[in-house]
């Protein structure tokens, strides 16, 4: 069983930092493949960023590429997310999300077995 605890979030101003965490529970953090997805008031969860099990391949949504950074800490059990330059269109609840295997369709929630609880993001202009 994985469980995911999300931390960070909060209100800011636009062109704000902000820098989102996951602690996994879990006995081999560097099996897991991971994603942050963000779900905006009225709209389907969508795809923000995906980080494999060794930190060395990420993929971005074409919004936030250049702006977010996906990250992993292995021996912290930790998955990061560093949002730079923020804009009021990233407001939304984030979630991280892991799962066991490799799959090409890692954009797609529902391939992804295991969700941390979300954290809000509000980004004023």
């Known amino acids: 069983q994985v469980q995911l605890v999300q931390s960070g979030g909060g209100l800011v101003q636009a062109g704000a930092s902000l820098r989102l965490s996951c602690a996994a529970s879990?006995?081999?953090?560097?099996?897991?493949?991971m994603a942050w997805f963000r779900q905006a008031p009225g709209k389907e969860r969508e795809f923000v960023a995906y980080?494999?099990?060794?930190?060395?391949?990420?993929y971005y949504e074409s919004a936030v590429k250049g702006r977010f950074t996906i990250s992993r800490d292995n021996a912290k059990n930790t998955l990061y997310l560093q949002m730079n330059n923020l804009d009021p269109e990233d407001t939304a609840v984030y979630f991280c999300a892991a799962r066991q295997t490799a799959t090409f369709t890692f954009r797609a929630s529902g391939v992804y077995a295991y969700w941390g609880q979300g954290t809000q993001v509000t980004v004023n202009s």
């Open positions: 879990v006995h081999t953090f560097s099996d897991l493949y």
């Open positions: 980080v494999n099990d060794n930190g060395r391949i990420t």
